[in-house]
């Protein structure tokens, strides 16, 4: 029997397609959670910007109006 009729040489080759396909996925998944949190990132960085902005303007506002 040659190394292609043989069933477990089969069943191992279908394992190792299934798992490089897994793995491409994952992969494929991992860079997606990459480019979400570098966009999360961004986003956080422009409310904080926006956020200091507003807190300012709001000491600006308290201050004239104290004084």
């Not at 279908?14 to 990132?41: C, N, P, Q």
């Not at 961004?42 to 507003?54: L, P």
């Amino acid at each position: 029997m040659s190394n292609g009729d043989c069933p477990v040489a089969a069943i191992n080759t279908a394992s190792i397609d299934y798992l490089k396909t897994e793995v491409a996925d994952m992969g494929s998944r991992l860079r997606r959670t990459e480019i979400d949190m570098a966009t999360l990132k961004t986003r956080m960085g422009g409310y904080a910007a926006a956020g200091a902005f507003i807190a300012s303007v709001l000491v600006q506002v308290i201050f004239k109006l104290m004084g």
